[in-house]
């Protein structure tokens, strides 16, 4: 079954786009986005991301010299002035999804004006500690993404295990944990909706934690551009946003060895440098207002 969308224009030309499905309940369908983009006069063939589930789906091509989809995120070169966008969903499981909520996202990007000032005020979200590394040895240094889904799911009053949310995200093709579309799936399956969003500045999350709602960051970091962090560098890391107070951001960061040393503080310009100016995107899961109770 194919969905195609309307055609969608960013408020700037975009560099970077990040598209997710957001669908409540169990029988939702493997799935994949693709994405032509209208640039410099002319659109560009259509480009498939990754698929997310175990159904296998039509080959599309994965990349153009205009458009390069890089598994979760399509990087647009000269920046996209108009964005059209397929659903590609497999065919079982299709009517179960059209029956249910759901909704498509895209998240657009561009280089940012310069930096948003510090702003005051403050939050702080009550969010249950698990750490990755007190899972099994074979995989644990690898599963950041299924544990901070866990603890956001914990905290929406969802309680499930890391390992099982684990093999619901992990994508056997690409061996990885990581697609962040399949955390998105994982999270909507136990009725908790979210949408993926490339976060343009500190405000926008700042948002976010104000209004209830923990955020997965993706980091990357250099040995000492992050201080008194888990993991003294990584390539790519998700910790979870819990909240923030001046100078500092309250985060769970999974990498912690034990549970009782998941919840840090970080240093706000730090956590800008290493997350706003680098991937930038983050997992915003929330509880719909149809799921809500009285």
Known sequence: MIVELPEWSPRRPAHRLVPALGALGRDVPSFRFE?????AGTWSPWVAGATVGQAPLSIAAAATDSLVAQIDEFIASPPAERVRV????????????????????????????????????????????????EEDAAIKSRICSPTCVAMVLAYYGTRVAVADLAREIFHPDLDIYGVWPAAVRAAGRRGIAGYLLRFPD??????????????????????GELTGAAIAETAGHLLVLTGHAGGDVFVNDPAAPTASEVSRRYRLDELRRVWLERAGVGYVLFRPPLAAGP
């Open 86 to 133: 397929i659903l590609r969903v497999g065919a079982h499981g299709s009517d179960a999804l059209l029956a249910s909520p759901w909704f498509v996202s895209l998240s657009a990007w561009s280089p940012p004006t310069p930096d948003d000032p510090p702003v005051g005020g403050s939050a702080r979200l009550v969010v249950p500690a698990l750490s990755q590394m």
């Open 202 to 223: 500190w405000t926008a999350a700042r948002w976010c934690l104000e209004q209830g709602m923990p955020v997965i960051a993706s980091v990357r970091y250099a040995a």
């Open 35 to 39: 994405l032509s983009a209208f640039a």
